[in-house]
Nanobody, 125 residues
């Protein structure tokens, strides 16, 4: 099973950009579909984006479509979330997650086997 470590969060101005990274340990990164979720204070964790094991399939929640891009570099065991045109409602803790043996993607948190510790993104207006 992989372990996940996120980085790249911080304080960003309204309309700005930030790129989150999630590095996975282990040699079987290509066996995992990867996802990003977020949780704002007082709210439930919600799906943001997902990518298949080979990067050919991606999925986004409607509120980030066209602003966020998920990608992965299997040679570096890393998945990224490029976040552009940030809004105050994007403020949340962002979590990276891995789902083993899925050839596609999933937007369901319970499908994911492993989670990172989260990284805070705060958008200031």
């Amino acid at each position: 099973q992989v372990q996940l470590v996120e980085s790249g969060g911080g304080l960003v101005q309204l309309g700005g950009s930030v790129r989150l990274s999630c590095v996975a340990s282990g040699r079987t990164f290509t066996m995992y579909a990867m996802g990003w979720f977020r949780q704002a204070p007082g709210l439930e964790r919600e799906f943001v984006a997902a990518i298949s094991w080979n990067g050919k399939i991606t999925d986004y929640t409607d509120s980030v479509e066209g602003r966020f891009t998920i990608s992965r570099d299997n040679a570096k065991n890393t998945v990224y979330l490029q976040m552009n045109s940030l809004k105050p409602e994007d403020t949340a803790v962002y979590y990276c997650a891995a789902e083993q043996y899925n050839l596609g993607t999933s937007s369901i948190a319970n499908d994911y086997n492993t989670w990172g510790q989260g990284t805070q993104v705060t958008v200031s207006s």
